[in-house]
């Protein structure tokens, strides 16, 4: 708790007031992007304000079942795989596949939602959740054998 209090002080020192102002900045840009996100999708925009409803929308839009915002509470697992899993899958669904969009969603996740929620040229593409990869053969040529 020490921890927070002297981040807090040390932000509230270089910024003053200001800080509370850019937040509140970001707040509404993050809750836009995802309003426009959701309504690419197909998805009413209006649940990007309300809290449980924004979640499942958010599943829905990846193809995975409301039952797994269950999974996102569990304490290691939901923080450091099923979040970034469904980002990547997020991307997924808007078509965009390369590695510098898994690592951009990752690293820079509200400008990232931004950026897909506000760009003309980019579409939804579906959910993915639970489908295979087209980038990846289903045949491959020399598969192992368990024999």
Known sequence: ???????YDFLYFQFGDSMFYIMGFMAVL??????????????PGVAAIVPIWNF??????????AKHLWLFLIPIYGQFYMIPKVWIEMCQSF???STLDYVLVILLNGLYIFNLG?????????????????????????????A
């Open 118 to 146: 506000m760009s003309y040229d980019t579409a939804y593409v579906g959910p993915v959740y639970g489908k295979p990869d087209p980038t990846q053969d289903p045949h491959p040529e020399h598969s192992p054998s368990l």
């Open 30 to 43: 993050s809750v836009v992007a995802q309003w426009r996100l959701y309504e690419k999708a197909g998805q």
């Open 56 to 65: 499942i929308v958010f599943l829905k839009i990846v193809g995975r079942p």
């Open 95 to 97: 078509g965009k596949r």
């Open 1 to 7: 708790m020490n921890i927070l209090q002297h981040s």
